[in-house]
């Protein structure tokens, strides 16, 4: 069965840094290309980065520069590094799986964990 | 960057009623790129439909998916009780991008 289990939320200063995690099991992360998306309270989603089967790992224009994804595959496990936070980067963050057909990768989610929230204030 | 605008913000139906959700991007989604979640209160999104039109797995037929181009539409045939909830559509044609989200609540 596929679970993806997050951590490391919790409550941080502006300027701070957290380091969040997603345990995976019932398949290889390695093998799949997996995203962290966030939802701020009472909003709607929002794509954060990715990281390939091959390991290139791309962002978006609100996190790049200030957050990098990262694998440890005797783990099996993704992490998100998030430095110089910001209010605005208060969200629960899922890791996500992508969705894979006939070996075509396609940047959409067929597996979510349950999140992990990040509140960013003083 | 494509907008996806989901209209309307809010239906509320009854059980056993026709719930239909739209989807418009600001330009023309590639080959019909267009995805459907659904999400419950305090749970994570359920992917129900991918492009366009191919129901996830395990996604009970009452969900189907139609359209093309910058018009999309979720359509759930007759609404269980365990079907209230909102509901978002994603383009993964050219980046990435969520709709805002249509709440389908018991009238």
């Known amino acids: 069965e596929v679970q993806l289990v997050e951590s490391g939320g919790g409550l941080v200063q502006p300027g701070g840094s957290l380091r969040l995690s997603c345990a995976a099991s019932?398949?290889?992360?390695?093998?799949?290309?997996m995203s962290w998306v966030r939802q701020a309270p009472g909003k709607g989603l929002e794509w954060v980065s990715v990281?390939?089967?091959?390991?290139?790992?791309y962002y978006a224009d609100s996190v790049k520069g200030r957050f990098t994804l990262s694998r440890d595959n005797s783990k099996n496990t993704l992490f998100l590094q998030m430095n110089s936070l910001r209010a605005e980067d208060t969200a629960l963050y899922y890791c996500?799986?992508?969705?894979?057909?006939?070996?075509?990768?396609?940047?959409?989610?067929?597996?979510w964990g349950q999140g992990t929230l990040v509140t960013v204030s003083s | 960057e494509i907008v996806l605008t989901q209209s309307p913000g809010t239906l509320s139906l009854s059980p056993g009623e026709r719930a239909t959700l739209s989807c418009r991007a600001s330009?023309?989604?590639?080959?019909?790129?267009l995805a459907w979640y659904q999400q419950k209160p305090g749970q994570a999104p359920r992917l129900l439909i991918y492009?366009?039109?191919s129901r996830a797995t395990g996604i009970p037929d009452r969900f189907s998916g139609s359209g093309s181009g910058t018009d999309f539409t979720l359509t759930i045939s007759r609404l269980e009780p365990e079907d209230f909830a909102v509901y978002y559509c994603?383009?993964?044609?050219?980046?990435?991008?969520f709709g805002q989200g249509t709440k389908v609540e018991i009238k």
């Open positions: 330009q023309s989604v590639g080959s019909s790129s």
């Open positions: 019932g398949f290889t992360v390695s093998s799949n290309y």
């Open positions: 492009g366009a039109s």
């Open positions: 994603q383009q993964y044609g050219s980046s990435r991008t």
């Open positions: 996500a799986r992508h969705l894979m057909i006939s070996s075509s990768w396609f940047f959409l989610f067929d597996y």
């Open positions: 990281i390939y089967s091959g390991g290139s790992t």
